[in-house]
T-cell receptor, first 113, second 112 residues
Framework: GAGVSQSPSNKVTEKGKDVELRCDPISGHTALYWYRQSLGQGLEFLIYFQGNSAPDKSGLPSDRFSAERTGGSVSTLTIQRTQQEDSAVYLC???????????FGPGTRLTVL | AQSVTQLGSHVSVSEGALVLLRCNYSSSVPPYLFWYVQYPNQGLQLLLKYTTGATLVKGINGFEAEFKKSETSFHLTKPSAHMSDAAEYFCAVSVDDYKLSFGAGTTVTVRA
């Protein structure tokens, strides 16, 4: 079946601009996660959505970062006023109700000039 | 809080040789443990996981790992390396059933 998809695959933006990254989880998966993979920090948890519960935003690095999940499916990660240190690969994952296995998408590579 | 340490950022093995990737974790409660593999320009793919029960876990592509509570380790092995095993491998731990904490990763190269 179809896996987790993310768009765009690559995004180049200028410092100070806002960007939106999209994630389509696997159908039927109730949980959705965002992670960031950067050279300096490795793989970091950003945010977690589970059904209609309040999201766990504990990993978001600053208030410039936000995410929403509409209709319990598609999610958008928004970065406002991008900075060069935001350059990274942003990975999305989803998991079924059992939660203990996360399936990852191919990621969006963000470059901030 | 939990954390993961992967010993060795880069491992080079000959084709047909044993692959051994080391992972140690710290956790105040029984953890869930995972190994993921990442091929160039791709996302993470689950190799295997330990949740409860049998401590020797078999995964895809001939990999296996053993959970050793006394040593707080979850080392990954494969008896015979193949060229297609060249990739980056990440060990991860979760104690709350959702948030993964990853190690820094180990890049494996396979020599012909």
């Amino acid at each position: 079946g179809a896996g987790v998809s993310q768009s765009p695959s690559n995004k180049v933006t200028e410092k100070g601009k806002d960007v939106e990254l999209r994630c389509d989880p696997i159908s039927g998966h109730t949980a959705l996660y965002w992670y960031r993979q950067s050279l300096g920090q490795g793989l970091e948890f950003l945010i977690y959505f589970q059904g209609n519960s309040a999201p766990d935003k504990s990993g978001l690095p600053s208030d410039r970062f936000s995410a929403e999940r509409t209709g319990g499916s598609v999610s958008t990660l928004t970065i406002q006023r991008t900075q060069q240190e935001d350059s990274a690969v942003y990975l999305c994952a989803s998991s079924p109700p059992s939660r203990n296995t996360q399936y990852f998408g191919p990621g969006t590579r963000l470059t901030v000039l | 809080a939990q954390s993961v340490t992967q010993l060795g950022s880069h491992v080079s093995v000959s084709e047909g040789a044993l692959v051994l990737l080391r992972c140690n974790y710290s956790s105040s409660v029984p953890p869930y443990l995972f190994w993921y593999v990442q091929y160039p320009n791709q996302g993470l793919q689950l190799l295997l996981k330990y949740t409860t029960g049998a401590t020797l876990v078999k995964g895809i592509n001939g990999f296996e790992a053993e959970f050793k509570k006394s040593e707080t380790s979850f080392h990954l092995t494969k008896p015979s390396a193949h060229m297609s095993d060249a990739a980056e491998y990440f060990c991860a731990v979760s104690v709350d059933d959702y948030k993964l904490s990853f190690g820094a990763g180990t890049t494996v190269t396979v020599r012909a």
